[in-house]
């Protein structure tokens, strides 16, 4: 007997239904809750949530077989195994993995590797192989999932961050010697009052909900970030993601190399770095006329000249007052006459060689610029509520989803260690066909004509076996402990 709703409403009756907070609401206390999907543009269903119910559901859906255009989406569950990631869901939705709440919250992290996140009442991505993924027999409405991520905290979704961090950590997803942090400030069209934001003087002021990043720069991987509203300074935010930062990376011995730019050079940031963390910082000074000019007074016999056209000088530096309170200031000299001189001054929290972090390891902080540019997609190129506990959810379960598609990038090599967010999720998690069916105790999915076949079949035939070779529990706790395997025809 196949899986049925529990009832069914039109969208214009729902709106005027006195029953409409009933049904938007999930309430995991009831014995038999239920909670409201999206199956087709015009049409809202409500479903048991059940457990009972959820089982019976998806093993309805196996039964049935599934035939559709996301079965690419499955080849990520490999990698949320090796994550640990149903472990991390049910940690932080404080439920246990019969229950709906894991398996929504792994809605989001799917819907962020096919770089669709929000659109789940305009575009629904049923009847494709897309909600089985996560356990589901249906697909979480928006209010299901924004009722599911109000109810947990800011600190909640950081104590996740840091989980997964550790996880990162271990599976050697950073080398934590270089790290570079900068705010990546998304345009937000809400119409609260809010402070503005103006990147230059000719910009008009527009309202942004800023986040934060901090990037490993050598293995270009984000370690954590932060979120906040748009009033609060880089001064302020800044302690709280090194914080997250050195729980994660737990540095000893030597000072990793935190990489900024000019917006952190202030007083308050510094005077923290040096007394209250395990980092040294280094940031540019600002370029203003007072500033240059007193660069080129400075006596030639001051810089050590290192090759044709380069020299430095470092020399003891203080803010103001703060006398007790020393810091260096890097100094780097371009051009070999007098006349054609062009001084830069950086300003850091310790001694360290300049030439190595003015030359080497500066220029590593554009790669955070790269990783906004390839991995935004995955749900930190916009800004929905202004919530913080539901974008700090939703952006912290979009960071499981770059771990895990980053793990997949890795282990398959090229082409795929090249593509960004959008190109794998177009031509890979939604570009494929297939179809998904039960043979004994494992989901056999087959992907038609995938390119690239030898090197899928090289790391996913045989998927049980491979995976238990490395320590990985094979089975699949969401899809109730079925094993997982592919076919590639």
């Not at 924004?146 to 050697?172: M, P, S, W, Y």
């Not at 990489?259 to 209250?276: I, K, P, R, S």
């Not at 380069?310 to 020399?315: C, H, L, M, P, S």
């Amino acid at each position: 007997m196949g899986f049925k709703s529990a009832s069914v409403a039109s969208t214009a009756s729902f709106r005027n239904s006195a029953f409409k907070k009933k049904l938007y609401l999930f309430r995991p206390e009831r014995v038999q809750p239920k909670i409201q999907t999206c199956r087709t543009r015009r049409r809202l269903r409500v479903e048991p949530a059940d457990p009972a119910s959820l089982e019976h559901g998806v093993r309805q859906l196996l039964a049935d077989k599934i035939s559709g255009n996301l079965i690419g989406l499955w080849l990520l569950i490999p990698e949320f195994l090796r994550l640990g990631a149903w472990s991390l869901l049910t940690r932080w939705i404080g439920q246990d993995g019969a229950r709906v709440g894991p398996r929504l919250a792994l809605q989001l992290v799917n819907e962020s590797a096919l770089c669709v996140t929000g659109m789940r009442q305009h575009h629904c991505l049923t009847q494709k192989g897309f909600e089985l993924a996560q356990g589901l027999p249906f697909m979480g409405s928006d209010q299901a999932i924004h009722d599911l991520l109000n109810a947990h905290t800011v600190a909640e979704a950081q104590a996740f961050q840091v989980q997964l961090g550790l996880i990162r950590r271990a599976l050697g997803h950073f080398n934590g010697n270089i790290l570079a942090i900068d705010p990546h400030r998304m345009r937000s069209f809400s119409k609260r009052q809010m402070m503005r934001y103006r990147g230059d003087n000719k910009t008009t002021p527009y309202k942004v909900s800023p986040t934060f990043f901090c990037l490993d720069a050598e293995t270009h991987q984000p370690v954590c970030f932060t979120t906040a509203v748009s009033a609060q300074s880089v001064a302020q935010v800044t302690p709280e993601m090194l914080r997250l930062a050195a729980d994660i990376l737990s540095p000893r011995g030597s000072r990793p190399l935190v990489l900024a730019d000019t917006e952190h050079y202030t007083h308050e940031l510094f005077a923290h770095v040096a007394q209250h963390t395990p980092f040294d910082l280094l940031a540019p000074m600002p370029n203003s006329p007072t500033a240059l000019a007193a660069l080129h007074h400075l006596p030639a016999k001051l810089f050590r000249r290192h090759w044709v056209g380069y020299a430095t000088t470092v020399q003891n530096y203080q803010f103001g007052a703060a006398k007790n309170e020393t810091y260096y200031q890097y100094i780097q000299r371009l051009g070999e006459r007098s006349s054609d001189y062009e001084f830069k001054a950086f300003l850091g929290t310790a001694r360290r060689p300049e030439v190595d972090d003015l030359t080497k390891h500066f220029p590593q902080r554009w790669r955070i610029e790269e990783f906004f540019n390839a991995e935004q997609a995955l749900g930190w190129n916009r800004a929905g509520t202004q919530n913080l506990n539901i974008r700090y959810g939703q952006m912290t379960t979009a960071l499981l989803a770059q771990a895990a598609t980053h793990q997949f990038r890795e282990r398959l090599g090229a082409p795929y260690n090249t593509w960004d967010a959008k190109h794998l999720a177009k031509d890979v998690f939604r570009g494929l066909n297939g179809d998904i069916r039960v043979e004994h105790q494992t989901i056999v999915v087959t992907l038609y004509d995938p390119p690239n076949a030898e090197q899928l079949r090289t790391h996913y035939e045989n998927l049980p076996f491979k995976l238990a070779a490395q320590g990985v529990d094979p089975r699949v706790p969401w899809l109730y402990n079925f094993k997982l395997d592919f076919r590639f025809r």
